[in-house]
Nanobody, 125 residues
């Protein structure tokens, strides 16, 4: 499975972006998927995750009510809608996938087997 994240870029505080993560090599419609981010000088942290069915999702407290994770099985793509962006959201955003097939949302980086190259989001004040 190869994952490619895109959609990042510069944005002003309060603005929005939509990140996409396109999967290739295998369908990921039965995979658990998630988004992580890593800011300069900081460790990678969990942002949001979604179960294989798309029924369950989970968000870190710092993005609740601002970010929305979703997936499109037909397009083999994962999305992250970022609204009301803040300067502290500046980071490289990574998508991840794992064959884990349950309604449990995976929240740690060690739980994910496949990773994409990140896309940089830069929020200016």
């Amino acid at each position: 499975v190869q994952l490619q994240a895109f959609g990042g870029g510069p944005v002003q505080a309060g603005g929005s972006l939509r990140l996409s993560c396109a999967a290739s090599g295998r369908t990921v419609s039965s995979y658990s998927m998630g988004w992580f981010r890593q800011a300069p000088g900081k460790e990678r942290e969990f942002v949001a995750g979604i179960s294989w069915s798309g029924v369950r999702s989970y968000y870190s407290d710092f993005v609740k009510d601002r970010f929305t994770i979703s997936r499109d099985g037909a397009k083999n793509t994962l999305y992250l809608q970022l609204n009301n962006l803040k300067p502290e959201d500046t980071a490289v955003y990574y998508c991840a996938a794992d064959p884990h097939h349950s309604e449990l949302v995976l929240r740690t980086s060690l739980a994910y087997h496949y990773w994409g190259h990140g896309t940089l989001v830069t929020v200016s004040s």
